[in-house]
């Protein structure tokens, strides 16, 4: 999605500037839009809307130093919209489905997940399609959302980390380990996505390939103990998944 150059222009005040932003001020400036870049103990000027990038155990502080009048929301995954409350009928939230390790902004498509009063939620929106990102409500258990944006992230670099940490005991060596890797991953991904995770699944849980697993743990056990709790877990997860799509998986070959 490219950015919307027909929305009206923006002002903002974003508090808070560290790696998500500097990112989002910087991507708003060179839409056109006005930009107030403000430092978490700077004070905060009036600003149609404030956006608050700070760290989510110093939002409630900042937001009760903001200015009433305007729209304030808040760029956690995490938090609900009980630490705005000195905002409570013009709060919301804007929250990236992205990770920001600083640099280069991600290249888009960014999803966003706004919440919040509908004031707040249509200037949220107005943001996020100002960046050019997918902007999707979130109505639902705050707790479970950012659950999931953690297993589908972070998770997933942990994974690919253990997994590496498997290929170096089998001899590669461990600089080349995880983007050796990072092929298979990223096209089981991509599958996922395209296909629908359960038509997705290859590989030995799929077979019911005991054989297999048995020697996977008992390698695992050998030359990476602290893994085999991770494999186990997995392995009834892909049990699991695999149950939802049986009768189109039962013939698989990988």
Known sequence: MSKDSSSERLEVA??????LGSTVSSALEEAGHIVHRVSRHQAIPAAPIVWLTVPDGAIRSVAAQCPTGGVVLH??????????????????SLHPLMTFPGGAPPPLPV??????????RACARQLALAMGWTPFE????????????????????????????VLTAAGVPAGDAPALLA????RSLENAVRMGPSAALTGPV????????RDHRAVLAAVRPAT?????????????????????????VD
């Open 14 to 19: 974003i508090v808070g500037q560290g790696r």
């Open 75 to 92: 760029a956690s995954g995490a938090s609900d919209l009980t630490v705005l409350e000195a905002h409570a009928s013009r709060a919301g």
């Open 111 to 120: 999803p966003a997940a706004i919440e919040g009063s509908p004031i707040a």
């Open 138 to 165: 979130v109505s639902g258990d705050r707790r479970a959302y950012h659950a999931a944006a953690v297993l589908a992230g972070n998770f997933a670099t942990t994974l690919l980390a253990e997994a590496a940490g």
């Open 183 to 186: 092929p298979l991953a990223l």
């Open 206 to 213: 799929v077979r019911n390939e005991t054989a297999v697993l």
């Open 228 to 252: 085999v709790p991770v494999y186990e877990a997995l392995v009834e997860a892909t049990q699991r998944l695999a149950q939802e799509n049986a009768p189109t998986i039962a013939n698989k």
